[in-house]
Each structure stands twice: as structure tokens, then as C-alpha cells.
């Protein structure tokens, strides 16, 4: 209780310290929502038909219908793929409607599981912020839409472009048209085919010329978060020596319908630019004997399209029944730097194959990736990842590092990475352990009074240090709590 | 996958004659493996057992059958000699056996040593299991394995060897493969079964020689089989001749306490691929295998090594160099296993690779699949270039450049040999090393 007290107010002060915020929370609801996207649902199942209705509702401009077409004859043609190492019920993509109106959630707190309350209180998230998540109808307790104006005006301040897709191809249409789908082509994958052609919604952001974003737009993000639906598309792009740091997710679970969620990131930095992405996916993992949960197959990509630019990658994985992905670097720029931080913990009969792709093709590129696995329960947990040295990768270098950490006897830690190397100045180094907690560590705690749950959360804490290092700060200590709330009962 | 019949590769080994042994099971097993094989065709790259590996070149070319004078080719004496190795002698030709170059007379008690060919007229029924492999599949898409339905249904001669209970054959036996020169090029197959008995020793040297330049298929499946507390150490030296297509595949199987060692050099051939599978299936058993690839010029070597740890506290380490210089690829993968229950699995693997010109690439894949948890599993790849400072270091005390490369590259390459107990071969393979690397 004590820590959750201590998060708590760490979460208020970052709020606290914009007095504009502060101010918007004192006074009370005045603006109304946005609700013209107030359509009826489409039926289930998927044709030509469905995604012109599906551009039609979201008043797309005719480019825009022709590109969902295309990516959609294209995934007609795609097999599905089966070389993860995921057991997946067969998906019927007919049954699925791919535009569905807002569901209505629970009136108030009182209506909302006492399970999921719970968890929220474990996880210390703010009283304000928890009734947003569980899906309550926000406007008595809090006013998220007029804290996102007050964050709205700063951005466009600097300069900054950060809305929602479906605005974005209203507005910005030259932009969208020019980055979207450069770093996933619309055939690229089965499922990023998919997202192209029935893309619901989701971020864009653009950070102008030697722009440096003036918040972190996880904050923002984070009041802001929209039910973006299973299809989601994120485009962010870094223009020459800008920087921005986003995050996605959340580390408190997200009540959620879907069963299917297929996004599809792309990120652009150009010249000097940085972009650093975090994830926390905390979604549905199904319940302990394994019956639903979410399935989470996304392709995330970067381009490091411009020299001396970055592009970082940090995820913290614990939610969903079925995770597929693998946030990958194109480091195309000369000196680019792409980086890759990973926890995934897998409890129960969850499934996660994730790993990252680091493509090398200009000179001087480096790459580091850091992936920590934990498996409990009966699940199974694999890193994937592919390091490839093209030829004119002169002089480039990459670290990979993979640890696996089992909890339990029936669970799998899986390693599967792949090296390509064409140039013989490259140099390319992969580490990798499995191991459990070791007796020994055991015995050092609990001799000291430890219980042994909070042993083996602290062990699997130190485990992750090196990646939630790299999380903004208060999700990092969110991550911790969310990690020892997800491992609760894998032990004893 | 039935455009790869039409292939000239598949369609010349379908139309080899089956090898007819008067053996029921074994012929109906020859007949399965090819009916497999003309419905599965070639793998290619897009099976992820041979994603870097490509036919496509191999399967436009097609082989006559098996080698009618074998038996009469030259062979040159020296071809067979190693040092530190001189007691039995097994040598086959183009895959057919030689007994006029083999050594077997006077054998240590205990060792049985015959080729195939004659086993397979006298009983053949203690053969039954180990030549039932690969197993027939009703169903198509076992490509990955299309080599292996190949030999079973093609090899008609092969080593036989055999150690008893408890015997320890204190002198090394010698297991050459020697491919000769001949009219055309020719597709030949070996198949052999090795099996040592309970607490049996025994040190195996396995030579692939060239005698004249060929670009003849060889297919080689070995089954070793090491029973209860039996030893075995195993040399494996790889020097067929360049243009050579050479396809081999170990299944060893290790009882309890059993353990096997393996040194392998690659060297020679245009396309190699070893592939060698491990299963420790009994407690304590140990599985450890040294080795290193070097292919140059266009060569392409490819090692496939799976080890699978099925019983308790069994150990497993994997040490293996590559060395790959001007347009040659080397290609590793290093799959090790562990099964549920097989608690107190101790798994090691390192892949160390010297890129040397920008031509060449190598491409590896250590991988890890764990399913229990009282286990210790790491492994580790690297590839890369000669370490600058050494270099510097050499040179800065009047070393030349190029022979301080080859220096280096060799002491590289000569840490998978130190353990090999043999030390006239270990010397031997060291200087052949040595040998193969470029500016020497």
C-alpha cells in the first residue's frame, strides 16, 4: 500500500507541474465530447464492399480508399504464415466487424470487476486514472479532452503534428501520403496487409526540422488514450534533428473487446533525428487455464532513413494471450543507431514470440539489443531476432544479448536469433543464457526474512534492470509493480 | 512441389536403378524412401532447414548412377595415410568398398568391421532398425530430409562397425570415403551403422579424400548408436575434392553415461552439408563436438547441428570456428533442445566466424529451446574480423602483415583441435589447417 501511495503522488507531480493542467483538473466539465463518429457498426466479415464503407464512415479521401483496397488484394493472395512457434486457433477473418461504434462501458467504478480494481490498486494507479481505463464513462471524474487541448496547444507551439490518424489523412494528407506505408509496404506481412486495409485508427505524429518535442508524449498519450480499436496505425516521423519520445500502452490492463489486434508502426527518422518508442502491453492474457485473452500480432518498424539519426525501441510485454512481434531498425542512414530493450514475461498458457530485425545497409551502424524472457506457468516464450550486415555495412557493429529466466516445469524459453553477415568489417556478437533462479539466490533472501515472493520479484527485477532503465521514469517503476502483479502465484 | 521432378538433379536420381538386396523389409524400405523423395522433390530455400543453403544450381545438374569401376580405379596409397592413425582400415570408392585398400585383418577383439555390402548377405535382421530410417511418411513435405530418403533408397555399401560390450579398441579405425575421378559425374551413396556396446571405447577417424578432380553428389547417412557407459571419440576430416556435392547426415543416439566427442574439419567440396543430430537419451550422458568450417574460393559449407538433451543431468558443449574468405559462405546453425523432465541439462554453444574478404558471408543461428527448468543453457555466436590490436601487436615486432594474418587466423581456428587427444593428428589437421588459409 505504502509503494502505491509513493507512485501514486510520482504520477501526480508530473501532472502537477504543469499548472495549465492543474488548472483545466480544478474546473469543472464544460466542453462536450467529439461524438460525430457515432456510426453504426458494420456487420461482420470482410469484402471490397466493407472497406469502402469503412473509408466512407471515416470520410476518407479517395486515395486513401484505393490504398486499403490494394493492401487488401494484396492480403487475398498472402498465405497465412506459420512459422512462429505460437499454437493459434484459426482466426475467421469473417467473423470479425471491422468498424464497430464505441461500445458503452460500465457507468461508474462501482460497476467495474473488483478483480481489475484491485490490480489498479497494486499497480498504484491514480483514482482519476482508473476509471478511464476500466472504461467508465470519463466525464465526471475526469476530462481527459480538455487536458489534451491544454497539451494540444504546447505541441502545436513547437510545431509539433500529433493527432489522431483519421484527422491526420484529413488534414496532412501530403504527409500521410508521403511516409505512410514507406516502412511497411502494405504487402509486407499476412497481418500487416490486413491493418493496411481495415486501419481503425491511431497515432500520428510529426515532429517538424530541429524540433525538439517539448513533453513526452507518453503523458499525453497516456490521459489521452482513445479506444483505438484492434487495427490501429501509428506513423511518427522525425524530420532533421528533431526528437520525440512517445509511449504506447499502459501497465494497467485495459478492459478490451477485441479479440484480434493487428497494428502496424512505422517510424521515420530522418537526418540527426531521434525517436524513442516504449511500449507496455498489459492486455487481456486469458485466464489461468489459457481460455481467451487477447492476440497481439504487430509489425513495428523503423527507418533510420537519414544519416547520424536513432530510432529505440523499448517493450515491456506481460499482456496478451498470444504475442507476435518484432520491432525492427532499417539503419539506412550512415552512423545510424537502432536499439532494441525487451521484457516479456509469459505466466499461465500465454505465448509470446518476440524478438527485433536490425537491418544494416550504411556504413558506421550500430545496433544493441537487449531482450529478457520470463516464463512461468505453462507458457512459452521465444526471442526471434535477425541481425543482418549488408554489404555496404562498412565498419558496423551490433551487441545482442538474450536472456531467458524460467519459473516453473512446464514452461519453454526459446532462443531463435539469426546472423547474416556480407561484410567482413562488420562485426556482429550474440549472448545468450536460460537459467532460473538459482538455490542459491533463494536461500540468500529468504535466510534474510524475505518472503519468497517478494525474493523472486526482486530477482526478476534485478533480471530486468537493463531495460527498464531505458523506460520513461514513472513507467518504469509502474513496469516493476506490473511484472510482480503478473507473477503472482507463478511461485510456490 | 512437383515442378522440382522436372528437375534434372531429381529426375537422374529417380531414374536410378534400386539397389536390390532380396531383403523384404529393406527393399520395401528402398522403395518407400524413393516413392517419398519423387513426392517431396527438392527442399528450397524457403524450408527454414535450408533457408541459406540453395539447389538451385545443384538441381540443374543431373549424375550418372553409381560407379561400375569402382572397383578398379587407381587410388594412391598416400591418399589413405594419416598420422597417429594405423590399425583397421575401411575404404570405399565412389561408395562402393574396397577390400584390396582396406586393413582388416588382424582386428582387436571385440571390433566388428564390415561393409554393408557383405553384411547385407549374411543377417541382416540386427540391421533392421537403423536402415528403417527415415521412416516412411504418408504424407508429403518432409523436404527438409529429401537427401535422406535418397541414400535410404540408393546406398547399397557402407561401413558396419560394431564394438562389443566393454571392449576398448586402444587403436584408432580408419573410415575413408574416397572420391575418384571417373567419366562423367556420378551420384554415390554410403549408409553406416556404428554401435558401440555397453562400456565399449573406441577412437573413429573419418577421412572424405578426393582422388582426381570430380564433381560427383555423395550422400552419407551414419547411424551411431552408443549404448550404456561406451566412449567414443570421432575425427572427422573433410577434404573432397572441389567440386564435389557432398550431403552427409549423423544421427547419434547416447545412452546413459555414454559419451561421444567429435572433432570435424570442413575443407574441401563446392556444396557441403553436414547435417548432425544428437539425442542424449539417457542420464548422464555427455555429447561434445569441436569444429571448424573454412570454405573459400566458391565454396559453400553448411553445418546443421541439433542436439536434443532427453534424460537427466545429461552435458552437452559445442565449440565451432568459421573461417570464410573470398566469395565462399559458411553457414551454421546450432540447435540445441531441451526436453521437459530433462532436468540438470547443461547445454553449451559458441559459433566464432572470421569474415576474411567482402565477397564471402556467413550466416549462423545458435538457438535454445528450453522446457524444463533446473537447467543451465547458454550459447554464443560472433562474427567478425582478426582482433586490430593483435594484429598491431605482431607487426609492431617485424611481423609482416600477411604473416601475421595467417597467424592469427590459424590460432583461430586451431582452439577446436586442442582437445583431440591424438596428437600426431592433431598436428596433422593443424598443418592442413594451416594449409587451407589464404596468404600462407
Redesign the interface.
Known amino acids: 500500500m505504502n509503494s502505491s501511495m509513493i507512485n501514486e503522488s510520482s504520477t501526480s507531480t508530473t501532472l502537477r507541474d504543469n499548472a495549465e493542467v492543474a488548472e483545466v483538473l480544478g474546473r469543472s466539465y464544460a466542453a462536450g465530447f467529439v461524438t460525430d463518429i457515432e456510426m453504426t457498426s458494420l456487420p461482420p466479415g470482410l469484402d471490397e464492399g466493407t472497406i469502402r464503407a469503412l473509408s466512407a464512415i471515416k470520410q476518407e479521401p479517395s486515395w486513401m480508399t484505393e490504398w486499403r483496397l490494394e493492401a487488401y488484394r494484396h492480403w487475398l493472395t498472402m498465405p497465412k504464415p506459420d512459422?512462429a512457434k505460437l499454437n493459434i486457433d484459426p482466426i475467421d477473418y469473417q467473423a470479425i466487424s471491422y468498424y464497430a461504434a464505441p461500445k458503452a462501458g460500465p457507468k461508474s467504478l462501482a460497476e467495474v470487476d473488483p478483480a481489475l480494481l484491485e490490480t489498479y490498486e497494486k499497480l498504484g494507479i491514480p483514482l482519476h486514472e482508473r476509471a478511464a481505463l476500466a472504461g467508465v464513462a470519463v466525464d465526471a471524474v475526469f476530462d481527459s479532452v480538455s487536458v489534451g487541448t491544454t497539451f494540444r496547444k504546447q505541441l502545436a507551439e513547437a510545431g509539433v503534428l500529433f493527432c489522431s490518424m483519421s484527422e491526420a489523412i484529413r488534414e496532412y494528407p501530403e504527409l500521410v501520403q508521403k511516409y505512410l506505408g514507406s516502412v511497411v509496404p502494405t504487402g509486407d506481412n499476412f497481418f500487416a496487409a490486413l491493418n493496411s486495409a481495415v486501419f481503425s485508427d491511431g497515432s500520428f505524429v510529426f515532429i517538424p526540422k530541429g524540433v525538439r518535442c517539448p513533453m513526452e508524449l507518453s503523458t499525453y498519450f497516456r490521459i489521452n488514450a482513445q479506444n483505438t480499436g484492434q487495427f490501429e496505425r501509428t506513423l511518427i516521423v522525425a524530420e532533421e534533428g528533431s526528437h520525440v519520445s512517445y509511449l504506447e500502452g499502459c501497465t494497467a490492463p485495459k478492459r478490451d473487446e477485441n479479440q484480434l489486434h493487428a497494428a502496424v508502426v512505422e517510424l521515420v527518422a530522418l537526418e540527426k533525428a531521434q525517436i524513442k518508442y516504449s511500449t507496455v502491453q498489459n492486455w487481456y492474457p486469458g485466464d489461468e487455464n489459457g481460455v481467451g485473452g487477447i492476440y497481439n500480432f504487430v509489425t513495428k518498424r523503423g527507418d533510420c532513413r537519414g544519416d547520424d539519426s536513432k530510432i529505440s525501441w523499448t517493450q515491456v510485454e506481460t499482456g496478451s494471450a498470444i504475442t507476435w512481434k518484432y520491432p525492427s531498425v532499417i539503419l539506412r542512414g550512415d552512423r545510424s543507431v537502432g536499439e532494441f530493450y525487451s521484457v516479456a514475461l509469459t505466466h499461465h498458457y500465454q505465448q509470446a514470440d518476440t524478438g527485433t530485425k536490425m537491418i544494416h545497409l550504411g556504413k558506421y551502424t550500430k545496433s544493441k539489443i537487449v531482450s529478457k524472457g520470463i516464463s512461468a506457468g505453462r507458457s512459452s516464450n521465444s526471442y526471434r531476432g535477425l541481425v543482418k550486415?549488408e554489404?555496404g555495412a562498412e565498419g558496423a557493429r551490433n551487441y545482442t544479448q538474450c536472456d531467458?529466466l524460467?519459473?516453473?516445469?512446464?514452461?519453454?524459453?526459446?532462443?531463435?536469433?539469426?546472423?547474416?553477415?556480407?561484410?567482413?568489417?562488420?562485426?556482429?556478437?550474440?549472448?545468450?543464457?536460460?537459467?532460473?533462479i538459482s538455490d542459491d539466490q533463494m536461500f540468500y533472501c529468504r535466510s534474510r526474512g524475505v518472503s519468497e515472493e517478494d525474493a523472486v520479484s526482486m530477482i526478476v527485477d534485478g533480471f530486468c534492470k537493463q531495460v527498464f532503465r531505458e523506460l520513461p521514469m514513472e513507467f518504469a517503476v509502474e513496469a516493476k509493480k506490473l511484472l510482480e502483479v503478473s507473477l503472482e502465484g507463478a511461485v510456490g | 512441389m512437383s515442378q522440382s521432378a522436372s528437375l534434372p538433379l531429381v529426375a537422374s536420381l529417380l531414374d536410378a536403378p534400386l539397389p536390390v538386396s532380396g531383403i523384404a523389409w529393406l527393399d520395401a524400405v528402398r522403395r518407400e524412401n524413393r516413392a517419398a523423395f519423387a513426392a517431396s522433390g527438392l527442399p528450397d530455400t524457403r524450408v527454414?532447414a535450408w533457408k541459406?543453403t540453395t539447389l538451385r544450381g545443384l538441381g540443374q545438374r543431373s549424375f550418372a548412377s553409381g560407379d561400375t569401376d569402382a572397383q578398379t580405379r587407381v587410388v594412391d596409397a598416400s591418399l589413405l595415410a594419416l598420422p597417429g592413425v594405423d590399425g583397421a582400415r575401411l575404404v570405399f570408392v565412389n561408395g562402393a568398398f574396397r577390400a584390396d585398400l582396406s586393413v582388416l585383418d588382424n582386428l582387436p577383439a571385440g571390433l566388428s568391421l564390415q561393409p554393408l555390402s557383405q553384411v547385407l548377405r549374411g543377417d541382416a535382421e540386427p540391421l533392421r532398425f537403423a536402415l528403417s530410417w527415415p521412416a516412411p511418411v504418408r504424407h508429403a513435405g518432409e523436404v527438409g530430409d529429401a537427401f535422406a530418403r535418397v541414400n535410404a533408397a540408393s546406398a547399397g555399401d557402407g561401413v558396419v562397425l560394431r564394438v562389443a560390450a566393454h571392449a576398448k579398441i586402444s587403436v584408432p579405425v580408419q573410415l575413408v570415403f574416397v572420391g575418384a575421378a571417373a567419366e562423367a559425374d556420378l551420384a554415390w551413396h554410403a549408409r553406416n551403422v556404428i554401435e558401440l556396446g555397453e562400456g565399449a571405447e573406441l577412437t573413429l577417424v573419418e577421412q572424405h579424400v578426393a582422388s582426381g578432380e570430380q564433381a560427383h553428389l555423395a550422400t552419407l547417412v551414419s547411424d551411431i548408436e552408443l549404448r550404456e557407459g561406451a566412449q567414443l571419440h570421432h575425427t572427422v576430416l573433410q577434404h573432397a575434392a572441389i567440386g564435389v556435392s557432398l550431403v552427409r547426415r549423423d544421427n547419434v543416439r547416447l545412452r546413459a553415461r555414454a559419451r561421444a566427442t567429435l572433432h570435424v574439419l570442413e575443407l574441401g567440396g563446392a556444396l557441403v552439408r553436414h547435417d548432425l543430430q544428437a539425442e542424449l537419451i539417457g542420464d548422464d550422458a555427455q555429447f561434445h563436438t569441436r569444429g571448424v568450417f573454412m570454405p573459400h574460393g566458391r565454396q559453400h559449407i553448411d553445418t546443421q547441428l541439433a542436439i536434443r538433451h532427453q534424460a537427466l543431468n545429461t552435458i552437452s558443449t559445442s565449440n565451432w570456428r568459421g573461417v570464410a574468405n573470398d566469395r565462399a559462405r559458411g553457414v551454421f546453425r546450432g540447435a540445441i533442445v531441451v526436453a521437459?523432465?530433462a532436468d540438470g541439462s547443461d547445454a553449451s554453444l559458441s559459433n566464432k566466424?572470421l569474415?576474411?574478404?567482402?565477397g564471402?558471408?556467413?550466416?549462423?543461428?545458435?538457438?535454445?529451446?528450453?522446457?524444463?527448468?533446473?537447467?543451465?543453457?547458454?550459447?554464443?555466436?560472433?562474427?567478425?574480423?582478426l582482433d586490430e590490436r593483435s594484429l598491431f601487436y605482431l607487426r609492431s615486432r617485424g611481423i609482416p602483415l600477411a604473416e601475421a594474418r595467417a597467424l592469427l587466423t590459424a590460432a583461430f581456428c586451431r582452439a577446436v583441435l586442442d582437445d583431440l587427444p591424438n596428437k600426431a593428428l592433431r598436428e596433422h589437421l593443424s598443418a592442413m589447417l594451416v594449409g587451407q588459409l589464404p596468404d600462407a
Open positions: 512459422w550486415m554489404k531467458s524460467l519459473i516453473g516445469k512446464q514452461c519453454g524459453a526459446h532462443t531463435f536469433p539469426y546472423m547474416e553477415v556480407k561484410n567482413p568489417t562488420a562485426i556482429v556478437e550474440h549472448e545468450a543464457t536460460t537459467s532460473k | 527454414e541459406y521437459p523432465g566466424n569474415l576474411l574478404s567482402p564471402a558471408e556467413i550466416d549462423t543461428k545458435p538457438e535454445l529451446e528450453i522446457y524444463a527448468d533446473e537447467v543451465k543453457a547458454a550459447h554464443g555466436a560472433t562474427v567478425g574480423q
